[in-house]
């Protein structure tokens, strides 16, 4: 197996369109698993860790840009305010050692349905950028997942960065799993609002072949939702706003839980997030006033 | 490539792409790094990268690139978090304990940097340690280690007391276990399993590669995972490439897969004929019972009291509908043992023909025994070493393939052989206890005495036989009538194996809910009920404890409402007494101190603990005075670390060899002042006889049944969340009655890793099969899922030392009755909470939500 190491991105650009099967590997948290256990044994590796710009991050026209390689503590710990919901669900992702390196390029790149990042990538409409010799491109996440873990990625195109949109209301991530920590989710839920557009945006996660997103419920929600005084919405509306989020989901019974199960956390994690959304919204207002 | 590790500049062409935990253990021999899942999961691996935890699995060796590696080795010793991991005796077997404490020497230092000298508290340990597992369940010692070293309590490197005597070798990634056995001239050997659940095996090609065959005699599989032979190479990657290379011609048979499906008529048979039934394994480690077979199913094996009179009066109270009859169906699921140090053996022949034989095992002497047997050998001419062992839990009591295979391909390549099951075959064919259906009736009387209890259990061993879990209810409340019966229904799929209490888990799991729910048909208190069922007078104490405990007395009483609900429960455990009659110890004094020896193994229990404080307190000495040395078949009478019987059965014997001792050396002044001038005085002591005697009137394989019964009882406090059917077990009370406790902390250790592995039983572990294929899915360990430290509840512990007299030592084991009530006391606390009474283990959400559903 070879193993490429350039050190400039166009570098990387040139080898990933010299070997267009070759497995990029950033945090290597999903590429060394399936290498320890002999699943995959690609022709070559190509590593991107010692390209600095993977690493950066900042503002990008009204974007936060994020570098691909940018892991999961550094999103935690520098970039909360920026992104609130990436960054709380960055904080449900695994355990400590893994969060040192696991990136939002490698969950993007993986396209696992179980990945924490894409609820809310899905949620604030963010951008995923791809580059290749052949140029840049901007697709967005609604259009990035294609089926199981197939993505809108080209064979020779490395995923650059994503950018997010700056928060414009209430972002909240929540994820269930089945132990008390250290879990990939059984299901997972991010809602985001926008109080300038007046839209809603959701992204479900571990319950279809993709991330999915609930495009009724959000719908119904930014209709339902009292954009001027963060009125409580009847327990009615939040109940069908669970039921649309729930009925969105494609899940398959497996190892993790039961399909019927995931649904009913969807839910349940559906209403919880409308009910932290008005608090925020509220406070929001109030700060405002 | 050039990089630094523990500051010393290294240089090294390994393969880019390997993990570096590779170059760490193989390369630099820094065999401190632990390689246990592979996975990312466990941390076992964990290094610090320019001071940063990372776990060394999933880290490819280019990315070690001009970069400052710590290992455990890198601390020195000198970290406040060791001495404190030491002192807080936060570890069992010690296996996982080097990743626990680089992840926690880099926490403690940041969150003293941030927050200065205070305790971090409960939750804040839990995140950073999220990414570790300890099988042993030592979590309590580990959240009081790394709390006590961010208050800054352990900055003094004046030693605090450390109640393991090996806890410093542990700490530092000293100690050594079979698997940190790397011969440099040596072959790697892996094995190839079957990928049918059900074949006959023709022509096998391996090719010219070294290989030995390790089909049973009728050539038949029948499990996906079955070892059918075993290769080796030069390196491991050469192994597996080679076993990839050989050519196996299997002839696919019809294969049975669900025990419902194995017991229906007309179902493919497991074994066909009766010398296939005969040669069938056996999960259990007793004598084994008898049992006809009918089909895929082998029993009833019977006991009981008074049999015929528990069946009428059960029939006759089912036909008059009687409130005071309880019956119900439980089940369990397969729990797997994965230990976290997995199986492993290094083999060599020497040039006398004599085979060394370094093997994670919980019986050296056996394992010996059994090898020289095996290989036509004298007993003296076998060495087997187990210097440390990462956990056993009843799965590695025996000669395990991976010794065989070991053994028989060093005899063909003349060089040492190394195989180290990895953490996919830990988790398919490496033990597990079997699952089981047992339909249980139980009912009172007019008075509320018990008056009859049948039970009826199917074991889900998968090929293996003799399963016995209903045996067990002739152990408890007194003589009532009983009709108790065992089946086994044998399917294809991977043998179980003695775990922890065998029998017992699932045999508490029905019986005690169904004891609960008696309480709550009488009306009476579960406590009370227990206590007047139960005539123990030593659980009779444990239950007048339970009843005073404040979460026992301010428990909720009547129908909750509400998304979170709190709960209590209660479970009693009663378990039998064994010993090795004939365990030695032997002192040698040697250099002004005391050689303790004995063949006996630590695989976490504290056994050198044992010996060295009875031996010291004995002779007087400082605990620096007495060496300990365990862990090979040195030609004395040894205990195997299964059955809850190694502290019993060595504890005495180390008490008569040091009485011995001073015999011989005379006290005046002191034992310590004549040690200098007796180099070379040796003794053994032997365990001597219990007054009374044993119920089994001459030893089995050197074991014995002993008089009297261990006790446990557990109380459990949960908060369910009922809308997402999440249950967290907040509090665990356990109250044991075994007697004489050798080693406070260690015993509390032992207990509080009980309780968390029956957390996982109750909870999270749970094999899956795919019904179709056979194959196990649960083979890695985010899909098996044990317990992590923030899954342990706040645990008190209780010792009831009296009435064990009789016992020489005063003490028998306690390993396994502080575990099998567990799961119980969580199903009856999630009762209490939500109403529902669980009968399926374990108790998933969705499990609970269906439950609860109106
Ligand atoms: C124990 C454990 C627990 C985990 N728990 C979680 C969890 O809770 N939540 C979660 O979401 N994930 C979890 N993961 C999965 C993993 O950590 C995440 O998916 C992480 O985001 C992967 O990032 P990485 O940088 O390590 O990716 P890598 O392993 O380096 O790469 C992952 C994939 O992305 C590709 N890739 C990487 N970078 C690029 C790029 N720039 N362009 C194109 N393709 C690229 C790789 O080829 C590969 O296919 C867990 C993994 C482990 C081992
Ligand atoms: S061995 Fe690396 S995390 Fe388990
Ligand atoms: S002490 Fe942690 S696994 Fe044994």
């Given amino acids: 197996m070879d193993f490429l190491s350039p050190s400039t991105w166009e570098e990387a650009l040139a080898a990933k369109s010299a070997h267009p099967d070759a497995v990029p590997i950033m945090g290597g948290t999903d590429v060394m698993v399936e290498l320890n256990f002999g699943r995959r044994r690609p022709p070559a590796l190509l590593d991107l860790t010692r390209i600095p710009q993977l690493r950066d991050h900042g503002p990008d026209d009204g974007y936060l840009r994020l570098g691909a390689g940018v892991p999961y503590t550094t999103i935690i710990e520098r970039l909360r305010d920026r992104s609130p919901a990436l960054a709380q669900a960055a904080r449900a992702v695994a355990s400590p050692q893994i969060r040192n390196r696991g990136s939002v390029g490698g969950n993007l790149g993986g396209a696992s349905p179980a990945g924490d990042a894409h609820p809310p990538l899905l949620a604030v409409d963010a951008l995923v950028e791809l580059a290749s010799v052949r140029g840049v491109r901007r697709v967005a996440a609604r259009e990035f997942y294609h089926g199981p873990r197939r993505t809108a990625r080209r064979d020779d195109e490395l995923i650059s960065a994503v950018l997010l949109p700056e928060p414009a209301g209430p972002q909240s991530f929540s994820k269930i799993g089945t132990r008390n920590a250290m879990v990939i989710a059984v299901a997972s839920f991010s809602l985001a609002l926008d109080a300038q557009a007046r839209t809603v945006g959701t992204g479900i996660g571990s319950a279809g072949p993709t991330p999915l997103r609930a495009i009724e419920a959000e719908k119904f929600l930014a209709s339902e939702f009292d954009w001027d005084g963060a009125a409580s919405p009847s327990p009615a509306t939040v109940t069908r706003f669970g039921e649309l989020v729930a009925s969105a989901a494609r899940p398959i019974d497996d190892v993790r839980g039961s399909a019927h199960y995931r649904r009913h956390a969807l839910s349940v994690m559906a209403r919880r997030a409308v009910s932290w959304a008005v608090t925020d919204y509220r406070k929001e207002i109030a700060r405002c006033a | ?854």
């Fill in chain 2, 1 to 854: 490539m050039d990089l630094n590790v523990n500051g010393v500049p290294v240089s090294t062409d390994s393969d880019p792409d390997a993990p570096a935990v590779e170059l760490l253990r193989d390369g630099l021999g820094l065999t401190g790094t632990k390689l246990a899942c592979g996975n990312g999961v466990c941390g076992a691996c964990t290094v610090l990268i320019d001071g940063a935890p990372g776990a060394s699995c999933l880290l490819p060796t280019a990315h070690l690139e001009g970069r400052s590696v710590t290992t455990v080795e890198g601390l020195d010793g000198a970290h406040p978090v060791q001495r404190a991991f030491a002192a807080h005796d936060a570890m069992q077997c010690g296996y996982c304990t080097p990743g626990f404490v680089v992840e926690a020497a880099a926490f403690v230092d940041r969150w003293r940097a941030e927050h200065g000298d205070v305790d971090p508290g409960r939750a804040a340990v839990a995140t950073a340690m999220a990414g570790h597992l300890c099988r042993c369940g030592a979590y309590e010692g580990i959240y009081a280690a790394v709390r006590a070293a961010c208050a800054g309590e352990h900055d003094d490197p004046a030693s605090a007391p450390r109640p393991r005597v090996e806890a410093f070798e542990k700490v530092t990634g000293r100690a050594r276990y079979t698997t940190d056995i790397l011969p440099a001239k040596r072959l790697e050997a892996v094995i190839v399993r079957s990928p049918h659940a059900h074949a006959r095996v023709g022509a096998i090609d391996a090719g010219d590669v070294p290989h030995v065959d390790l089909l049973p005699d009728d050539r038949t599989l029948r499990y996906v995972g079955q070892p059918v032979l075993a290769v080796a190479a030069a390196t491991r990657s050469q192994a597996l490439a080679a076993a990839a290379r050989v050519r196996i011609d299997y002839s696919p048979l019809p294969a049975v897969t669900r025990p419902e499906q194995a017991r229906a008529a007309g179902s493919p048979l497991v074994y066909a004929s009766r010398d296939e039934r005969r040669a069938a394994p056996r999960s259990g480690e007793g004598p084994g019972l008898p049992g006809r077979w009918q089909g895929n199913v082998r029993g009833p094996s019977g006991f009981g009291r008074r049999q015929a009179t528990a069946v009428r009066r059960l029939s006759r109270a089912a036909e008059r509908g009687d409130d005071r009859l309880v019956t119900a169906v439980f089940t369990t699921s397969v729990q797997v043992h994965t230990p976290l140090e997995p199986h492993a053996c290094v083999a060599r022949w020497d040039e006398r023909g004599d085979l060394h034989l370094h093997v994670s095992t919980q019986a050296v002497t056996d394992v010996a025994e059994q090898a020289a047997r095996r290989w036509g050998l004298p007993p003296e001419r076998v060495h087997v070493v187990a210097e440390h062992v990462g956990g056993g839990f009843g799965a590695k009591g025996r000669l395990g393939v991976e010794a065989i295979a070991a053994a028989e391909l060093a005899r063909i390549c003349g060089v040492p052989v190394r195989l180290v099951f990895d953490r996919s075959e830990e988790l398919t064919d490496a033990g597990s206890r079997p699952g089981t259906r047992t339909e249980l009736a139980l009912l009172a009387d007019a008075s509320g005495d018990l008056a009859a209890l049948a039970v009826d259990a199917h074991g889900d061993g998968g090929v293996s036989v003799d399963t016995p879990t209903a045996l067990f209810a002739n152990l408890v409340y007194g003589t009532a009538p009983r009709r108790l019966r065992d089946f086994d229904v044998v399917t294809n799929l991977p043998p179980g194996a003695p775990f922890r209490g065998p029998g017992g888990a699932p045999l508490l799991w029905a019986l005690e809910q169904g004891v609960d729910e008696m309480a709550l048909r009488l009306k009476e208190d579960p406590i009370a009920l227990r206590r007047r069922w139960d005539g123990n007078p030593k659980r009779h104490a444990l239950y007048d404890r339970a009843a005073a405990l404040p979460m026992w007395q301010r428990r909720n009483r009547g129908a909750q409402s509400g998304r979170i609900r709190h709960g209590v429960g209660v479970a009693a455990a009663n378990w039998p007494y064994l010993l090795n009659t004939g365990a030695q110890v032997e002192l040698e004094v040697r250099e002004g101190r005391v050689v303790a020896r004995a063949a006996i193994q630590d695989i976490g229990t504290g056994s050198r603990s044992v010996i060295a404080d009875v031996v010291a307190a004995e002779l007087g000495l400082p605990a620096d005075r007495v060496r300990v040395e365990i862990g090979h078949n040195n030609g004395l009478k040894g205990a195997s670390s299964t059955g809850s019987k190694t502290t019993t059965s060595i504890g005495p014997a180390a008490q008569d060899a040091a009485r011995r001792l001073r015999r011989l050396l005379g006290d005046a002044p002191s034992v310590a002042h004549r040690l200098e001038a007796s180099e070379g005085a040796r003794v053994v002591g032997g365990r001597g006889r219990d007054r009374h005697g044993y119920l089994t009137p001459v030893p089995l394989g050197g074991m014995a049944v002993g008089r009297g019964f261990a006790g446990a009882v557990h109380v459990a406090e949960v908060e369910v969340d009922t809308r997402l059917g999440r249950i967290r077990v907040t509090r665990m009370w356990a109250g044991i009655a075994a007697g004489r406790i050798y080693s406070e902390r260690l015993a509390r250790n032992q207990c509080e890793g009980a309780i968390i592995q029956g957390i996982g039983y109750a909870l999270y572990e749970q094999r899956h099969i795919d019904p179709a294929t056979g194959v196990v899915l649960t083979d890695n360990l985010e899909d098996y899922r044990i317990p992590g430290i923030a899954d342990t509840p706040e645990i008190e512990v209780y010792f009831h030392q009296e009435g064990w007299e009789h016992v020489n030592g005063g003490g028998v084991g306690l390993g396994e009755v502080a575990a099998i009530g567990v799961a119980a006391s969580i199903g009856n606390a999630v009762r209490d909470a939500t109403g529902f009474r669980p009968l399926d283990l374990p108790i998933r959400p969705d499990r609970l939500l269906e439950g609860m559903r109106p």
